[in-house]
């Protein structure tokens, strides 16, 4: 069952020499890690891309029988933070930045799942923040696989709220579900250099994705691990 392997097998994996060529939009100097992964031409009995999936669900759903498996996900999320990544954060040094979904906050389907999971997963005294916002709503790359945004269209449309800017940390953790292409990441690292230029920015992903074979679109190398180094 998935509740097991969140407490016993998961730990945080760099992003390394070997496994960055996936991710095609990060370069070495980027530190990013992640707990899972999932290849995509994985079915629906894999069960990180399950929960995943549950997690991602939209809130359309809330008044359907989907609902609860979205609840289930960030609660067996929550505990999956609790045990293997809230260890090994100085919060005393970090603020904790969900990235933003493609909807903007005026938007009925925004959708604050990655907030809400921080909030459950880490202490009282985490400084979470939502700091990046989007000033529209952008295409989602989820539903757009051969569309995705460019990370300069994802950075032209983001912004800091400037309502929560006042005494960020030295270390910004910027938090989302899934590592694909890295275009993101580079877009939110970016928009944050640029208002605070003296922060390190590092990437914490649920899980990364992948295709096993070769991919006109993705490119393909081997997996190596390695444990956190901030």
């Known amino acids: 069952m998935v509740k097991k392997l969140l407490q016993n097998q998961y730990r945080l994996i760099k992003i390394d020499e070997l496994t960055i060529e996936r991710h095609y939009h990060l370069s070495a100097d980027d530190n990013c890690y992640y707990l899972m992964e999932y290849k995509k031409e994985d079915g629906f009995d894999n069960q990180e891309k399950q929960l995943i999936i549950n997690f991602k669900k939209k809130l359309s759903t809330r008044h359907t029988n989907q609902w609860q498996y979205k609840v289930r996900a960030i609660a067996k999320l929550a505990a999956l933070f609790r045990n293997s990544i809230v260890p090994q954060i100085f919060l005393d040094k970090a603020t904790l930045v969900p990235i933003p979904p493609s909807k903007c906050k005026t938007d009925a389907e925004y959708d604050d799942r990655m907030h809400q999971l921080l909030v459950k997963s880490f202490p009282g005294n985490a400084d979470i923040r939502e700091l990046l916002v989007n000033i529209e709503n952008i295409r989602s790359a989820h539903d757009n696989p051969d569309n995705r945004p460019t990370p300069q269209e994802l950075q032209k449309n983001m912004a800091i709220d400037p309502a929560l800017a006042a005494n960020i940390r030295g270390t910004v953790i910027l938090f989302d579900d899934v590592l694909t292409s890295g275009g993101h990441f580079l877009a939110c690292k970016n928009t944050i250099k ?29 997996l190596d691990k390695d444990w956190l180094d901030f």
């Not at 990437?203 to 490119?219: K, L, M, N, V």
């Open 194 to 222: 640029q208002a605070f230029p003296n922060v390190d920015v590092v990437g914490i992903f649920i899980s990364r994705t992948f295709w096993a074979q070769p991919d006109p679109s993705e490119f393909d190398v081997c």
